[in-house]
Nanobody, 124 residues
Framework: QVQLVESGGGLVQAGNSLRLSCAAS????????MGWFRQAPGKEREFVAA????????IYADSVKGRFTISRDNAKNTVYVQMNSLKPEDTAVYYC?????????????????WGQGTQVTVSP
């Protein structure tokens, strides 16, 4: 069955960086767009970034554009998000998600499969 397992979260000071990974299994990875979303306490889950199955195109939320970079390694069935210049408002549980077509989307409903999430905490 489809499995998505996130890793790389943790506690970091503002201005520093983290790289999250999401290892996928159970499907043909290169044919699925992948996305990252996040959910802060008391808030709705929101879109962060997405990447096409081929890796040829990426899209970002305005709040992270220029600071976060999504990438994928189709040989390793893994998607990443490099998060630089982190801010306290980036604190959230980060989820990776898989869409059952190669084109990225911004909506939660665009994605069928979800990981369990990894906590990112940014201290001031």
């Amino acid at each position: 069955q489809v499995q998505l397992v996130e890793s790389g979260g943790g506690l970091v000071q503002a201005g520093n960086s983290l790289r999250l990974s999401c290892a996928a299994s159970g499907f043909t990875f290169s044919t699925f767009a992948m996305g990252w979303f996040r959910q802060a306490p008391g808030k709705e889950r929101e879109f962060v970034a997405a990447i096409r199955g081929s890796g040829s195109r990426t899209i970002y939320a305005d709040s992270v554009k220029g600071r976060f970079t999504i990438s994928r390694d189709n040989a390793k069935n893994t998607v990443y998000v490099q998060m630089n210049s982190l801010k306290p408002e980036d604190t959230a549980v980060y989820y990776c998600a898989a869409r059952t077509n190669p084109y990225g989307g911004r909506r939660l409903n665009d994605y069928r499969y979800w990981g369990q999430g990894t906590q990112v905490t940014v201290s001031p």
